[in-house]
């Protein structure tokens, strides 16, 4: 096999199976070292998220069933379940996915921008451990070159298809930058963190945490590595009127943001607008605000239909980046071809040096003395070089119509 990938995703299995492919880094690099001083393939890269675990393979020498108990020593996954789950693409479809990959048309959600970064990092282990060389670094970054086409001429990365960045782009959308601008967030859940994170990333600086449990709020802040404040729930009716932009998700049975406690910091606030982006079910913010001038009230519904629109938008640019894809795959294939001639080739020429070396040795040691060494070098190079050219050239035509069977007793001829 040439280029090879094996791997178990979000489309081959549940949560709960990619869980247990996962390599965590340090058994990644103990695969790599185990690779390389087994020699299991010519190269290999490992790629491993929450969503896909995949390996990547030029020349992998070892039986499919074989490498799944390998995997399963790296992993908590069993040989059977790995085989069972598992998909396999080979040569220039194994290109073509690689680039799928690096331009997340293959992730989970569609464009995602991370999985390029992923992809870097394992490439730059593998390159640590000696195991990505001439096809997989070339595969790899032509991977990343149509990633960042397909991000320049197409709008698969333009939209937000997470309700919690859609929740930023939206208070981006409101406002005009959000650097200056102070963000009261209800609630240190997983959805909350995410849109921390995401506003940190737009440059908000101003940032109040309120959680049923402080604690817990702290411990997001830490997580985070900002300044900021954590607060009670019981304190919301003083945090409002310093709050810009609210973003509530907790798991409360009813509203915490009241329409008198609203009123009440509008009234502080001197009328400056406030928006309110209410992320949970039951609501944390009391529907009857959106009658209160200058407030702007959006719920998970609102931000559910934004996603799905954006999803759409991103699926028809999807169409468009496959273009880009298959240009880069055009340029693998040539890439391809070309580095194997020149392998064919310069073991030839190898040959041939070593053949004319020892001949002018031989030659030299029978002539008396007289003589120009310099000039029976010359000679000797130039009658190798025209002897090579129409052997050369008939290798090439030979690479080129794939007639590997041709190739390989050519090259037999030439003990290479």
């Known amino acids: 096999m040439s280029l090879l990938v094996l791997g178990i995703g979000h489309k081959t299995a549940s949560v709960d199976i990619r869980e247990r492919a996962t390599l965590v880094p340090e058994n990644i690099k103990a695969f790599l070292a185990m690779a390389k001083t087994c020699r299991i393939a010519s190269e290999v890269v490992v790629l491993s998220t929450c969503n896909r675990t995949e390996f990547y393979f030029y020349q992998l020498t070892m039986p499919i069933e074989e490498f799944c108990e390998v995997w399963a020593n790296y992993s908590e996954l069993d040989a059977k379940t790995a085989k069972a789950h598992m998909y396999q693409i080979e040569g220039d479809e194994a290109a073509r996915y690689i680039f799928r990959v690096a331009a997340g048309l293959e992730s989970l959600i569609l464009g995602e921008p991370q999985i390029m970064g992923q992809l870097k990092d394992s490439l730059s282990i593998a390159t640590e451990y000696g195991t990505a ?45 959000l650097e200056n601008h102070h963000v009261l967030l209800v609630g240190a859940g997983e959805t909350i963190e995410l849109v921390a994170r995401h506003l940190i990333e737009a440059g908000v600086k101003n940032i109040t945490i309120a959680n049923r449990r402080v604690e817990r709020a702290k411990l997001m802040i830490d997580d985070l590595g900002i300044e900021a404040d954590a607060h009670s729930l019981e304190d919301l009716a003083q945090l409002l009127p310093k709050a810009d932009i609210v973003v509530a998700s907790t798991a409360a049975q009813e509203a915490l943001i009241t329409k008198e406690m609203t009123k009440s910091a509008l009234k502080l606030r001197k009328n400056r607008p406030m928006l309110m982006i209410d992320l949970a079910v039951p609501r944390d913010i009391s529907p009857e605000l959106d009658k209160l001038s200058n407030i702007y009230l959006y719920t998970v519904d609102n931000l559910n239909e934004i996603v799905e629109d954006n999803q759409r938008a991103r ?75 129409p052997m050369i050239e008939h290798l090439k035509s030979l690479e080129e119509a794939e007639e590997k069977v041709k190739v390989t007793e050519l090259l037999a001829q030439f003990k290479v």
């Open 133 to 177: 060389q001439k096809y997989l670094q070339r595969a790899l970054q032509m991977s990343f070159n149509v990633a960042k086409e397909i991000r320049t001429e197409t709008n698969i990365g333009a939209f937000a298809v997470s309700v919690a960045f859609s929740a930023v782009q939206l208070a981006k959308n409101i406002f005009d930058g």
């Open 315 to 389: 699926e028809e640019a999807a169409v468009a980046a496959g273009k880009y894809v298959d240009k880069g795959l055009e340029r693998w294939i040539e890439w391809y071809k070309l580095s194997e001639v020149g392998s064919s080739i310069q073991a030839m020429v190898n040959y041939a040096e070593v053949e004319k070396e020892e001949a002018v040795h031989r030659l030299l040691n029978q002539l008396d003395g007289s003589y120009d060494a310099v000039l029976i070098e010359k000679m000797a190079t130039q009658l190798a070089n025209r002897l090579l050219h």
